[in-house]
């Protein structure tokens, strides 16, 4: 059951779901997605402030120089105080005095004892920041689907808000296969491998989903099974890497049909990574990853984090691409989509791709040190330098 790049994705995305929401502080917040538009609950500034440390001055009736009494001082965090005549000392933040209508700083003003002399005019409304400049209350400041960062979880900070409602995370099983593969801890023999796949699922799903590692599971399709199964019972999201393609020993499909999944397709037209197995069992979905790493990653990013960010919740989840330019030729073969390891760097003030030193698929070292990955779509084949390649926005790592 082969399909195409854009087959397998319109698939896959009709069959997430979403999460629902949990209700978490904001010191848990960083990494999550948002459930709800924020909306302000009150005016920022609260109150019309001083953007400096100054003077906070009546600007009407002034002649210059001018001369005034300081009347008294208005420390950051003070009630507000009242101008009569002359001026008052009023610190960064510190509420504008009833009264004033600007402020002078330190450093335009001389000071004689309890004056200062003002020799250039000020306007009205000088180094104010005025109530509901910044935000007015009932505005939307973060939306619903928006990833939080430290500088977003800052804004809710500064604007009340501490208890919020966050998409869950989705609960992902991960299952590596082989009897040939040895955990990094463990000796390997010369014919084993080690089991890079699982870190690089680690990586990529992190921000989005509760991963639960079942181990590394020899090539016997009674315990494999046996093992899907619970794997499957208790996640969202079951992966495995390695036994999708057609060996002997090749037995996910095997172990899918046996768990009751409705398998999608086994193939799709991209490379590396032709054989993904995609099912689903009502709305828990499965994913056999291949067992190559430089395979598995190409899947994983195209297909699986899309996925992944849609079921948390993530408004713009699918991958973007832009244009850069190659600095050398690459080979693409018509009728697949060709995904080209290699690095994005700016030069002159512009992007360029350069592919890294080997495709082959079983060199992972290439795929470790490229920063991204170029796309070569079924009906472009190879391009030469100076041609433009696609570069996904997700596809940067």
Known sequence: MKVTRNEAK?????LVSIKNYETITIDDADGRILYEDIIAKFNIPESDKSAVDGFAINTKNLTYPAKLKI??????????K???????????????PKGADAVVRIEDVKKEKDYIIIEN????????????????????????GEELDYKKIALLA????????????????IIVTGTEVKEAFEALDTAGVKNSNLYILKGLLKNFADITYYGKVEDNLEKMTEIFEKALRDNDILLSSGGASKGKYDFTKDIAKNIGLNIHFTTTNIR?????????????LFFGLPGYPSALLVNAVEFLL??????AGVKEYQNRYFKVKLTKDVKAKPNRVDFIRGTV???????????AYTQQTSNFHSTAISNALAVIDENEGSKKKGEFVLIGSFVIF
């Open 306 to 311: 899309p996925a992944i960010r849609k079921a």
């Open 121 to 144: 005019p000020v306007k009205k409304g000088d180094l104010i920041n005025f109530e509901g400049e910044e935000i007015k209350k009932g505005d939307v400041i973060l939306k619903k």
């Open 345 to 355: 760097e700016i030069i002159d003030a512009n992007l360029y791709f350069t592919p």
């Open 158 to 173: 500064n604007t009340g808000h501490y208890q919020i409602k966050v998409y869950q995370k989705v609960k992902v099983g």
């Open 71 to 80: 009347e008294d001082e208005a420390p950051a965090g003070a009630k507000q």
């Open 272 to 284: 590396p990574g032709t054989p993904l197995i995609f099912a689903n069992k009502n709305e828990k």
């Open 82 to 96: 009242e101008l009569k005549k002359g001026c008052i000392f009023v610190m960064t933040g510190g509420v504008i």
């Open 10 to 14: 319109k698939i896959i995305d009709s």
